[in-house]
């Protein structure tokens, strides 16, 4: 059992930035690929950005690739999306999700998520 915790959403001006942070409760954390994932209002939930287990290999959706940065720290349990130059569409409910394999994560297909935090861009 893995209980994912995020934090960091808020109300932005475009061009400014955020950083999310998601918290694991659980030990084997370590072992999992971690993603992001974002849904705004009337669309599906949409894949955004992947770590593997040990933060040596990252993916991202083309729309935030040179803007939003992954990253990990295993002996905090914790992941992070550092999110810059955010437009007024990247306002979204952004999620963070944990699985046993990147495909599981780059295919929004996560084996646990978190509960989601708000991320809202204005003009």
């Known amino acids: 059992q893995v209980q994912l915790v995020e934090s960091g959403g808020g109300l932005v001006q475009a061009g400014g930035s955020l950083r999310l942070s998601c918290a694991a409760s659980?030990?084997?954390?370590?072992?999992?690929?971690m993603g992001w994932f974002r849904q705004a209002p009337g669309k599906e939930r949409e894949f955004v950005a992947a770590i593997n287990w040990s933060g040596g290999a990252t993916t991202y959706t083309d729309s935030v690739k040179g803007r939003f940065t992954i990253s990990r720290d295993n002996a905090k349990k914790t992941v992070y999306l550092q999110m810059n130059s955010l437009k007024p569409e990247d306002t979204a409910v952004y999620y963070c999700g944990g699985g046993y394999t990147m495909g599981a994560v780059t295919t929004t297909r996560p084996d646990y998520w978190g509960q989601g935090t708000q991320v809202t861009v204005s003009s």
């Open positions: 659980e030990h084997t954390f370590i072992n999992y690929a």
